[in-house]
């Protein structure tokens, strides 16, 4: 095979891959999602694998409750993130991996209760929070 026949090969690939269906098989009660593929009462979503109760999410495997998300894997409950990995309650997070209860916090690993990157006590995170969520527009990313 010459570098020629292979970049025409994987071309017609690519332009096979992007045309393809928009259904989503092996889903259940998916409403408005294009190319999900084995998930249950997701909204507005697109390619996701292995999802619940996601809200306008993308490309996000294993989550659930997750809402404008986009990349994210192993999480639950995490709204405006994006590339986060096995985490649960983060919002408008960035590239965290294994946290919890993590909000505007960008790279964080094994992190929980931050905010912007720094420490909180649990209950001082939650009034923070609550506070930030009251003036904050919603998350979206």
């Given amino acids: 095979m010459t570098a020629d026949e292979f970049e025409r090969a994987f071309r017609a690939l690519t332009r096979a891959h992007e045309g393809?269906?928009?259904?989503?098989?092996?889903?259940?009660?998916?409403?408005?999602?294009?190319?999900c593929r084995d998930c249950t009462f997701c909204k507005r979503s697109s390619q996701l694998v292995r999802c619940h109760y996601c809200v306008d999410a993308q490309r996000c495997i294993d989550s659930t409750h997750c809402?404008?998300?986009v990349d994210l894997v192993a999480c639950n409950h995490c709204v405006g993130s994006s590339r986060c990995t096995r985490s649960a309650y983060l919002e408008r997070c960035v590239d965290c991996t294994d946290c919890a209860y993590c909000f505007g916090?960008?790279?964080?690993?094994?992190?929980e209760f931050h905010i912007l990157n720094e420490p909180y006590e649990r209950s001082a995170y939650?009034?923070?929070?609550?506070q930030l969520t009251r003036v904050l527009p919603a998350a979206r990313v």
Avoid: I
């Avoid at 916090?105 to 992190?111: E, H, S």
């Fill in 105 to 111: 916090c960008v790279g964080l690993d094994r992190a």
């Fill in 126 to 130: 939650f009034k923070l929070v609550a």
């Fill in 20 to 35: 393809a269906s928009d259904h989503n098989p092996g889903s259940v009660a998916c409403e408005q999602c294009t190319r």
């Fill in 67 to 69: 809402h404008h998300a």
